[in-house]
């Protein structure tokens, strides 16, 4: 990784949150400024898409704001779908369907508690070939319920370990629909790529661009870095790092998660909202945490162009069944002369999105 | 603990920022507002307090806003000192010397990298009985550091394992000066309680009113949980409230840690500062934090008054060799009729500090 100037097909992005109303209207034409020209799209709105009309409807008013990207479409996992409706969505295009457990993440309150009820929506899945994209986490334990899991000798759930007590879960729906593809979004730890390497070729995971640069230290006190899953140890971010870098066989991908907020539901006296907004720099900060970690030895000088756009753009392409390359353009990176924005604003400037490593050097992205 | 009336003996807290200048004139007069008549005054100001002097000058502006309080004052562990510094110190009526390890939290800037080198300070403060208060974390691996690390075989140190990979410094100290009193302050973990019970009767450990509140989660996205050591997982938040109540052999006892922050420190776009606000509250966060454990079963309902006032009051007097009541006055909580106040502010309006729980029901305090 000793190139100054580097030329990669488009990125695409297999976890996005666009948002609605006039947070849409600001993000989305950002996309492209993030290198990026496919886009697979959250169903976290309120209230959640969980209608093929709705889907239909949502990518109506997305796609004029971003004419040359590929949008695909998810419904949200809740107690209203049924087989026919994943019937209905599978012959309307729709790609997937997103899983939220109940509670834990931004807009995720009609969030899943009971995965075996949803046993029948996975076989329809299955069956229609679409992909299951998990929120890989446990609800933390409410503090009310320390003395039952004491007394049954087991840990309690925190921020910490939510994601590795979720695993077994993603064991049981792969073992049981071992032809569902399956998605382990946003892995922030080691035990998460152990697990979906375990699994057979159907699970996959996708990596942020954000969990590449932070670790728990970075969360604690910056809301700007603050994101669910939270970003674990120095060994869990180097272990994402190399992942993306290696591939682990085609199933490591990228996702960027990147989640606008309004800079008054990050900053105040209330908690703040969980998530990074990366999306108008996603490729640019994936290249730039690869060349730190080349830096500091945590991989080989060896990462190629390749490497890269294997991370960025084809096994994720693959993994969905997508053409290789969307539109056939490309992108460029050079080392220096960018910076990423301290702020985003809507044009009316009523909305301001700050975002993730706000005013930090970054690669200059061009499209070719 | 089913009273709704108690009568105690006042708190003592035996670890206090009180800072200086205008946030000082506002703090100092909420500690007993707090049920608090004793404190032991952290020396971690801007410059920190390294000399005799320094100290006694520094008391002279605490003492006429509380009058009624006892201070006890410390020094801050640098290179400056010297063993005849620490004679004169003693001499003085000067209590202690914090030990700050650099950087791992507010005006830690001049804090020990190499406990070894102060070993001649350890061995005067022994010979004079002054007590050695350790901020206990190993600092955070740098993130240029990791491969070092990972080739040793040993874990990166981040926000979560700091106490733990601190605790060998800990024994290493207590084995070389088995005499001299340490106190490791804000315990947040049960692997840091089970190593003060493992020393011998002159290593003791704080506890705060916040660790007894909240966990990790807690902390993630709110800048007013966020504090140095961070809150950890539901088992150790129930480790310390237990300690707290069980006592250890006399060797827990209550040390706020109270810090007020300007809320412009604590908001905003920059991370923001470590420091939870309890001064004010100090007792009633502590008893209302018990309240909550019995409720919930972690601990028996058989918590009374004078475990109670063990924790607040009698065991860290002890250890300190302080009389049993500093002025024979008491203080009276009841269940009901108080709240946390949103804000506090100073005279003239220009600073405000946000208080940990800020606006929750608390128990009500008189003095008697």
Redo the contacts between chains.
């Keep these: 990784m000793d190139f100054e100037k580097i030329e990669l097909a488009p990125t695409a992005d297999f976890h996005v949150h666009l948002r609605d109303g006039e947070m849409m209207r600001m993000v989305v034409p950002t996309i492209r400024l993030g290198g990026v020209d496919t886009v697979y799209v959250m169903p976290n709105l309120i209230p959640p898409v969980t209608t093929v009309e709705a889907a239909k409807s949502y990518l109506a008013r997305i796609q004029p704001l971003a004419p040359d990207v590929k949008f695909l479409m998810t419904l949200y996992m809740t107690e209203s779908l049924t087989p026919e409706i994943i019937d209905d969505a599978a012959s309307a295009g729709i790609t997937g369907v997103k899983v939220y457990p109940a509670g834990v993440t931004t807009n995720s309150q009609s969030g899943v508690v009971d995965y075996e009820s949803f046993f029948p929506i996975f076989e329809a899945m299955q069956r229609n070939d679409m992909v299951l994209n998990l929120h890989g986490e446990a609800p ?2 409410p ?2 319920n ?2 039952a899991s ?1 007394k049954a000798g087991e ?2 759930v ?4 939510a994601e590795k007590l979720f695993l077994p879960t993603l064991h049981k729906i792969h073992n049981a629909f071992p032809k569902l593809r399956i998605v382990l979004e946003h892995c922030t730890t080691r035990d998460a790529l152990d697990a979906v390497l375990k699994c057979g070729p159907s699970v996959a995971a996708t990596i942020t661009a954000h969990h590449l640069w932070i ?3 970075d ?6 870095n ?1 994101c669910k899953p ?1 970003a674990k ?3 869990d971010r ?1 272990a994402l790092v190399r992942a993306a870098v290696e591939g682990g066989n085609g199933k490591f991908f990228f996702g960027s998660d990147s989640a606008p907020h309004p ?1 008054t539901a990050k ?3 209330k ?4 998530g990074c907004f990366t999306q108008s720099c996603a490729t640019q900060l994936v290249i730039g945490a690869i060349e ?1 970690a080349v830096a ?3 991989i080989s000088r060896e990462v190629t162009a390749a490497s890269l756009e294997d991370f960025l753009s084809n096994r994720g392409r693959k993994f969905y069944k997508l053409p290789e390359h969307a539109h056939g353009r490309k992108i460029q990176l050079e080392r220096k002369g960018a910076k990423v924005p301290d702020v985003l604003k809507n044009a009316t400037g009523d909305i301001e999105v ?1 975002p993730f490593r ?1 005013g930090e050097d970054t690669w200059k992205l061009t499209w070719k």
């Design positions: 933390s334990t503090s009310g320390f003395i004491e840990s309690a925190s921020v910490l370990n670790c728990v230290d969360v604690c006190g910056d809301a700007f603050f939270v140890t120095m060994e180097v800079v900053t105040g006296v908690k703040a909202a969980a730190e500091k030895g945590w700050i706000r």
